[in-house]
């Protein structure tokens, strides 16, 4: 081999090795952009995560006052339904004692004349 061919194989062996070099350099920078993507990817699921927890906590809650709310509903439609069972007594026992109050002044005046 002649010092030329020499020569010329050391340049084509430096030019090789300077273009892997930037290969690996580049390949490096990508790695790197990946796992900082990846990174914030995580911690983007992370803070998904919290907040959905923070929203089943919400749901949770919503149900429970709805169930509550549901049971004073039916509380309050059985007081109701007292209630009117009472007013209906009253209104009964009103109208038989205005009835007697009737009969008597009925009754009284039957007599006087």
Do not use: P
Not at 56 to 76: C, H, P
């Amino acid at each position: 081999m002649t010092v030329e061919t020499e020569t010329a194989l050391i340049k084509l062996l430096e030019k090789i090795e300077q273009k892997l070099d930037k290969f690996i350099e580049t390949t490096n920078q990508k790695f790197d952009n990946i796992q900082k993507d990846l990174t914030d990817l995580k911690v983007g699921q992370a803070k998904l995560e919290g907040k959905v927890e923070t929203l089943d906590v919400k749901i949770e809650n919503l149900q429970k006052g709805q169930n509550k709310l549901e049971s004073e509903q039916k509380d309050t439609k059985n007081e109701v339904s007292g209630l009117y069972k009472w007013v209906i007594v009253l209104i009964v026992t009103s109208v038989l004692s205005l009835g007697n109050i009737f009969l008597r002044i009925f009754d009284f005046f039957s007599k006087t004349t």
